[in-house]
């Protein structure tokens, strides 16, 4: 059974930083892409950053000189580094993961953890 499981969320005044973690368990054989989505309240799921296996990031333009992603893969583990931000980027953060496991390819989904920015 393969779990993400994701810590770092918090409450964090404007211009601060905050750091999420994702880490994948379970019978991985290799992971594909690792990723950040966020989804705040009355609003749609949205991609935040993702990165693959070769290290090739994307990122939302509302995100981009503000965060950084990247990963262990050794650990199974992505980062989030989240500087300069604002009250807009108040939301759950999912993690999300494209793995292979006992022969599948699917999308797994960490339970989520609250980012507030507020003074």
């Known amino acids: 059974q393969v779990q993400l499981v994701e810590s770092g969320g918090g409450l964090v005044q404007p211009g601060g930083s905050l750091r999420l973690s994702c880490a994948a368990s379970g019978s991985i054989l290799s992971i594909v892409t690792m990723g950040w989505y966020r989804q705040a309240p009355g609003k749609q799921r949205e991609l935040v950053a993702g990165i693959t296996s070769g290290g090739i990031t994307n990122y939302a333009d509302s995100v981009k000189g503000r965060f950084t992603i990247s990963r262990d893969n050794a650990k199974n583990t992505v980062y989030l580094q989240m500087n300069s931000l604002k009250p807009e980027d108040t939301a759950a953060y999912y993690c999300?993961?494209?793995?292979?496991?006992?022969?599948?390819?699917?999308?797994?989904w960490g339970q989520g953890t609250q980012v507030t920015v507020s003074s």
């Open positions: 999300n993961s494209l793995l292979i496991a006992q022969g599948v390819m699917r999308a797994y």
